[in-house]
């Protein structure tokens, strides 16, 4: 073979590897959706829920725990079970699942069933926005049980859909273990033995304070008297400040550092949260986007720092037991916090959200140490 014919096949084996890449990041991005709009759709439902079965906010966050909780449990294990079985096969199986939890739940009738589905379909969500406002449409003309149904078969074909459109990928085991040798020339920062700790208790009390602050906006809106649809509308703004939230915060994090960010968007998180409560449905949802920038944005900024505070042979590790737990803190935080609004009232709840959320200042302050000067 002549030089440039083994040129040409490489430059045709890069485009094909490209094409693939490209296809992948489709499939994967247009699965998160899918998983995304199932997860979000649950604050939809709730108030729907607790009309149908005459239940009680503890009631209904302990629905939300079974779908967040079966979620955190699994990050690991689903990991695991990626690298025998495949990307592919496991994210088509868990779409499988969450659809078939949301078919359940179509035919539940009664608390007992809505569990058994949300555990189902928190299995299935494990792996990795069909928009609240549409499903609140699709519930102005219909009842819940068929809508749901309609949401659970949808994601039955796009699971069929995954396994079949989903590129494999032969792994780059020489090319991966390189990288990893040159992160691990770096090394740690050397005063972060105390560092992970402290990051994780942070996004467990941002990731509660999120889904606190979720479980209760339904009816808080309602009560201001917002519809269904409007309710719908609701989420969805929040979602998309979160969505931009992202970016907005890595933007503010690589000028003032990871401190600086908690700090700001945990301190106007509080303030939004107190601010929802006097304010009337019009300001409100203005406002809600905001909320949702400083709910979601924080996390990014966490996230990006866990590589900073642990050896390179740890961090998958790590990146793990970090999911699991700022997960599994929001899975556990919509039960407690529906206790104390059963007890008192959600406006008292969701005062305790905002006051807990302070928590994150001490700890951040606590952090700074720990992190490279660059980064603080």
């Not at 739940?105 to 189902?120: D, N, R």
């Not at 079949?164 to 040159?182: C, H, I, T, Y």
Request: aromatic fraction near 6%; proline fraction near 6%.
């Amino acid at each position: 073979m002549t030089v440039v014919s083994e040129a040409a096949t490489d430059n045709l084996d890069a485009a094909a590897t490209k094409a693939k890449e490209r296809s992948a990041i489709g499939v994967a991005s247009g699965a998160h959706a899918l998983h995304d709009g199932y997860t979000d759709l649950i604050y939809v439902l709730l108030p729907l829920w607790q009309a149908e079965f005459g239940i009680g906010f503890a009631a209904l966050g302990l629905l939300r725990t079974c779908y967040s909780g079966t979620m955190a449990g699994l990050q690991i294990p689903s990991a695991l079970l990626s690298e025998r079985l495949g990307a592919p096969l496991v994210l088509a199986i868990g779409t499988a699942l969450s659809g078939l939890g949301y078919l359940i739940a179509g035919a539940s009738t009664g608390f007992t069933m809505l569990v058994v589905a949300l555990l189902v379909g928190g299995l299935g969500s494990d792996i990795f926005p069909m928009s609240p406002a549409l499903a609140s449409l699709m519930l102005v003309v219909m009842p819940w049980q068929p809508v749901v149904a309609i949401l659970g078969l949808a994601g039955l074909a796009a699971a069929a859909a995954i396994y079949w459109l989903m590129p494999r990928f032969a792994v780059e085991v020489a090319g991966a273990q390189k990288a990893e040798d040159k992160t691990a020339a770096a090394g740690p920062h050397p005063r972060s033995r105390f560092g992970f700790p402290l990051l994780l208790a942070i996004g467990m009390v941002d990731s509660g304070t999120r889904m606190g602050f979720l479980i209760f906006l339904p009816f808080i809106l309602i009560a201001k008297g917002a519809s269904l649809p409007t309710v719908g509308l609701a989420l969805t703004l929040v979602f998309a400040g979160g969505a931009v939230g992202k970016l907005v915060c890595a933007f503010i994090g690589a000028r003032i550092g990871v401190i600086g960010t908690v700090c700001l968007t945990e301190g106007l998180t509080t303030l939004g949260i107190l601010a929802m409560l006097p304010l009337p449905l019009e300001a409100a949802m203005l406002l809600l986007p905001v909320i949702g920038i400083m709910l979601n944005g924080t996390s990014s900024v966490l996230y990006g720092s866990v590589p900073v505070l642990v050896e390179p042979e740890k961090r998958t590790r790590m990146f793990g037991i970090f999911y699991t737990g700022t997960i599994g803190s929001g899975a556990v935080s919509p039960a407690l916090y529906g206790l104390i609004g059963d007890a008192f009232s959600v406006n008292i709840a969701l005062c305790v959200v905002a006051g807990l959320c302070l928590l994150t200042l001490p700890l951040a302050i606590a952090l700074r140490p720990a992190l490279p000067e660059a980064a603080r």
